[in-house]
């Protein structure tokens, strides 16, 4: 009873925002949690897809307040195990909730239908929201028909978000922002897989060629050029004459990576050349290499190499 009383009992959110969106700062302050937030802009300056992890600790059953309705679908992924009674919803006249309590447990909601839902705490989620738009452009620049409905699954093992998920969780639990070429790439790959695996067509993506040796040989000196990730998936594509999912795909067939995976590797292949140079500091390595920080230098290098970059450069020489 004593537990009880001390968890939260102040409403989730104390006015609705009519106008707002299930993502960012929309989407914090329903859970008054601590928020990263990440998007991807579309011509318009509107987001087409973003990311936003969602931590909270202890909190008594409480529901969220009612949001408009939305030409997008959101992804959810339970960071940690959501215990069953500590989440539900009804969705469309649905009540649903938790059918597997593991990590990384992933639901998708239609956000076209209607939604109520009741959370408790602690809790521990990172949000991809894609919109309708950014879907239907990646359908059509694959020549298949719109997708007008998607299934919804609720805290259900997805190993395609779960391993994309594990690759970016580093820098979102060290708040490191995504570059444009990160999120780019990864918002074609979540779209990919929504259309593929969600979708009601009946159509599937068709399998892609290789990039041809000058697109290969094009894309590798933009990526030089661009090492910090500034660049659009958008500008690689065009450079290579191909629509950005094709360009992502066929990127994935040649090298056998991601774009952004691949970038990081050659963030580290500089910089194991910089480390071999005992005038550099660790931080300036990082930053000729490409990385944010000496911080996100040394989480990156470790997690490649196994190996931190001060121990690597005694061993090979740059002392």
Known sequence: MARNQSLLKKPLMTRPDHVGKFYGANLAEVFRTPLYDCSLKNACGVPDFALTRLKGGPMEMQRAP???????????????????????????????????SIAFATTVIDLMKPMEMWAAGPFDYLHYYVSRDLLDRVARENKIAPIHSFRM?????????????????????????????????????????????????????????????????????????????????????????????????????????????????LRIDIAKDLLRAPTLSLAEVGFRSGFCDQAAFTRA???????????????????
Not at 79 to 98: C, F, K, S, Y
Not at 303 to 317: C, D, M, Q, V, Y
Request: hydrophobic share 40%; charged share 20%; net charge positive.
């Open 66 to 100: 009612a949001y408009p309705e939305d030409r997008a679908i959101l992804i959810c992924v339970a960071l940690a195990p959501t215990p069953a009674n500590r989440w539900r919803a009804r969705i469309d006249g649905q009540e649903v909730g938790v059918s597997c």
């Open 153 to 265: 699954v609720f805290f259900e093992q997805d190993l395609v978000v779960a391993q994309l998920t594990r690759t970016m969780l580093g820098q979102v639990r060290n708040r490191e922002p995504l570059s444009m070429l990160a999120l780019g790439d990864v918002s074609i790959l979540v779209s990919t897989h929504l259309l593929q695996h969600y979708g009601s067509g009946k159509e599937m993506l068709r399998a892609q060629r290789r990039l041809e040796s000058w697109q290969k040989i094009r894309t590798e000196e933009m990526l030089r050029t661009h090492l910090e990730g500034n660049i659009r998936i958008a500008d690689l594509a065009s450079a290579c004459q191909l629509s950005p999912s094709h360009f992502s795909r066929c990127f994935r067939q040649s090298f056998g990576t991601s774009v952004h995976q691949w970038l990081i590797r």
């Open 301 to 319: 290098f470790t997690k490649l190499e196994a190996i931190t970059p001060f121990r690597w450069r005694k061993l090979n020489g740059g002392y």
